[in-house]
């Protein structure tokens, strides 16, 4: 495999996605650098990043600020931040972005990319897909099981150098990263589900089968389905289905 170890990463929010994708670039050999605040700051700042797989703890010291202010630009920059505070991250890295800067949501949602592109520009962005089970069990300190799964997509659908670079660089690391034909419509997609199951099993306590298996849940559980549907289809994405 081409080696891509000069490129440089700056991963904005070192939560549970941030820490985790970052971590294993880091472990991989990567050249890293992480922002975050607060308690988990000072954690990361002290006692650097801990990495919980399969109940084995790595643990990897790591370059870490509270702000982007005085950092330089970087070739991929990963907003893992909530989605409320996406514009904030994308106001932030402005000073952080070079001719060749790539910045990629890892959030998932389906309007962190245009916020995104608002404050840098369309071709700066392109999107991603979140598939790893992994939490912040404490400051400091990820927890992750089972699939560590990515998927990426360029906005316009095309299969560019520097998206295959990306990936490739992902997959180095351990990371099972795919690229998407159509990101749009598997962000959708995601959403379809996301908007559905997740809110009715808060509210109700009850797992996917279980929400299933109840008639009155399932009803509910597809139209919600139904209603995101539509909406993705009268935004024009043809691909999204329930």
């Known amino acids: 495999m081409h080696s891509y170890k000069n490129k440089n990463f700056l991963v904005f929010g070192t939560g549970a996605v941030g820490g985790y994708y970052g971590g294993l670039l880091v472990k991989a050999g990567y050249d890293v650098t992480f922002i975050a605040r607060g308690k988990n700051y000072i954690s990361l700042k002290e006692k650097g990043l801990t990495l919980i797989r399969d109940e084995k703890k790595e643990n990897y010291k790591i370059k870490i600020f509270e702000a982007t202010r005085e950092l330089e630009t970087f070739d991929y920059i990963f907003i893992c931040v909530k989605s ?9 890295i402005k000073e952080n972005i070079g001719k060749d800067t790539t910045v990629v949501s ?6 962190n990319e245009e916020i995104i592109a608002s404050i840098i520009g369309k071709d700066k962005v392109i999107g991603g897909l979140v598939f790893v089970a992994s939490k912040l069990i404490e400051p400091g300190t990820i927890k ?42 598997d962000l959708w997609n995601k959403l379809v589900w996301n908007a559905s199951f997740n809110p009715i099993s808060v509210y109700t306590g009850k797992t996917v089968d279980e929400i299933l298996m109840d008639p009155k849940l399932y009803k509910l559980t597809k139209d ?19």
Do not use: W
């Not at 890892?106 to 309007?111: H, R």
């Not at 209603?227 to 999204?240: F, K, P, W």
């Open 144 to 185: 992750q099981a089972g699939y560590n799964g990515g998927l990426i997509g360029e906005l316009n659908c095309k299969i560019t150098p520097r998206i295959e670079t990306l990936a490739a660089i992902m997959q180095d690391s351990g990371i099972d990263c795919k690229i998407s034909k159509d990101i749009n419509g």
């Open 106 to 111: 890892f959030q998932n949602g389906v309007e």
């Open 84 to 92: 409320k505070d996406t514009l904030e991250a994308a106001k932030s």
């Open 224 to 242: 919600i389905m139904t209603e995101v549907r539509d909406v993705a289809l009268a935004h024009g994405y043809i691909t999204v289905k329930t």
